[in-house]
């Protein structure tokens, strides 16, 4: 089975890097753990442990979470949540003086030297919180003592402690004549096609954290959209084609 045919082609370092560790997780029949994925990279490690036999995959990233570790292991395995090795860490600061932002806790993490993939969800609810990586545990709680200006306290809480946002997932069932991106923006604003295709031109739709400036840009099954001015959306479901020739999709929108 060649598995690069079902995916894009500058996908193919994150295939290659998963496909190494399900490798390693199969010659060595004992579990293998990931960083944290996105929706897409999730379904693209499905992808690659549905052509192993014998072989799953086992997420957790805290509830709820869309940010997850990966455990890859024979199908014997069942992972105890220790196994993910997560921490969940919760920020005090002076709620009257200042207000933080997803994108404040984000970038002040990165400042410091820490990779993307080694943070889990970011949540901003009744309080703040994050989920790292466990060894950069020590690390976070001593380095991190400033976020936009303002002096804070982290504390470390349990997974089953953690906060829900208040924001929720909306979900809906549609079907587009192609999964060009403004086609499925256009569905997913309710606008026209227009105004989608005005959106992408503009440099404000990511897709998967990276710009995409091609409004015939095709999208796929855990695709994470970033639409600027409107919120976050994310494709969970792509399935047959209807009698008029229409895709029948699946999507989820966090709008503001």
């Not at 998963?18 to 490798?23: E, F, I």
């Not at 390693?24 to 579990?31: C, D, I, W």
């Not at 606008?191 to 989608?196: D, P």
Request: charged share 25%; with cysteine.
């Amino acid at each position: 089975m060649d598995i690069y045919q079902h995916f894009r082609a500058e996908e193919r370092p994150t295939i290659d890097s998963l496909l190494d560790k399900v490798r390693t997780a199969s010659e060595q029949y004992a579990p293998v753990l990931t960083h944290f994925l996105d929706p897409r990279g999730q379904y693209i490690l499905e992808v690659i442990v549905g052509s192993f036999p014998d072989m799953k995959v086992h997420f957790n990233g805290g509830l709820n979470a869309e940010r997850c570790r990966a455990i890859v292991a024979p199908d014997y395995y069942v992972p105890e949540e220790s196994d993910f090795e997560l921490s969940v860490i919760e920020i005090q600061y002076p709620e009257k003086f200042v207000t933080l932002e997803h994108r404040h806790i984000l970038g002040t993490i990165m400042s410091l030297g820490i990779e993307r993939e080694q943070v889990g969800d970011i949540i901003v609810g009744e309080s703040i919180q994050f989920v790292l990586t466990n060894q950069l545990e020590s690390y976070i709680i001593m380095e991190l003592t400033k976020i936009k200006g303002a002096s804070v306290k982290l504390h470390v809480v349990s997974l089953q402690d953690m906060v829900q946002s208040k924001a929720y997932w909306q979900t809906v069932d549609a079907t587009v004549s192609a999964l060009r991106l403004d086609v499925v923006l256009k569905e997913m604003i309710h606008k026209s096609r227009t105004i989608a295709k005005e959106l992408v031109q503009r440099k404000r739709v990511k897709v998967n954290h990276t710009v995409i400036e091609a409004v015939d840009y095709q999208l796929e099954q855990g695709d994470l959209l970033s639409i600027q001015g409107y919120g976050r959306a994310r494709i969970t479901h792509i399935g047959d084609r209807t009698k008029k020739d229409k895709l029948r999709i699946t999507y989820q929108t966090l709008f503001k």
